[in-house]
């Protein structure tokens, strides 16, 4: 089975300054992708950035970039230079070939508030 | 190029009623999702809809139906409404790898 662990329920963040939003997950399939996606108060899930489990580097999409720590099963996202339109909630997601590869499987989320 | 739409966006029902959301998918996209997101929680997989069947399904009971139609679109409907269907609904639309999801129907259960 695969687990998510969003470990912040909420976090806040002054302008222009970076925050990292935690991510640990679990599975047993060695084949596994990690998704960072951004849920503002509208609703749609906007997706942000992508790592997959075999790649040497750490993604990055601009003021975005994931710290991918495949020992310690964590995947933070980085936000850099933190706007009033970051405010959001935040939810990394998972799928394995197990799943399949277009179920993603969602931790609870983090709330970010971007403070002026 | 419209993204994903769904519709209805607010819904109200009462316990034991049936109710059938509609998802248009993004120009392109052959393959819908649906999601359930429960208030303060992450979504969670339904089921997906591929080539007008059923092609993966989440831990969700057979009240928990789909449809995909010749031109992509989808319909989830939902028998027997227990409080607890509750949530708002996410519809994604695919092709290949990479999902764009709608804005979701925001279902109440009285």
């Known amino acids: 089975a695969q687990k998510i662990t969003q470990t912040q329920p909420g976090m806040f963040v002054q302008e222009k300054e970076a925050v990292t939003l935690d991510c640990t997950y679990d599975t047993s399939d060695p084949s596994y992708g990690l998704f960072w996606y951004k849920q503002p108060s509208s609703g749609e899930m906007i997706f942000l950035i992508y790592?997959?489990?075999?790649?040497?580097q750490n993604a990055t999409e601009g003021r975005y970039s994931l710290n991918f720590q495949k020992a310690r099963k964590s995947a933070n996202l980085v936000i850099s230079a933190s706007q009033l339109g970051d405010s959001a909630m935040y939810f990394c997601a998972m799928t394995t070939d197990q799943t399949g590869a277009n179920n993603l499987f969602f931790g609870t989320g983090t709330r970010l508030t971007v403070i002026p | 190029d419209a993204g994903v739409t769904q519709s209805p966006t607010h819904l109200i029902k009462t316990r034991g009623q049936q109710v059938t959301l509609r998802c248009s998918p993004k120009s392109g996209h052959d393959t819908v999702s649906w999601y359930q997101q429960a208030l303060g929680q992450g979504p969670q997989f339904i089921f997906q809809y591929y080539e007008e069947e059923e092609r993966q399904r989440g831990n969700f009971p057979d009240r928990f139906s789909g449809h995909q139609f010749p031109n992509y679109s989808s319909e989830l409907n939902v028998n027997a409404l227990l409080l607890g269907d509750s949530a708002l609904y996410l519809c994604a639309s695919s092709y290949g790898n990479g999902y764009t999801f709608g804005s979701g129907t925001r279902l109440t259960v009285v």
């Open positions: 790592q997959g489990s075999y790649d040497q």
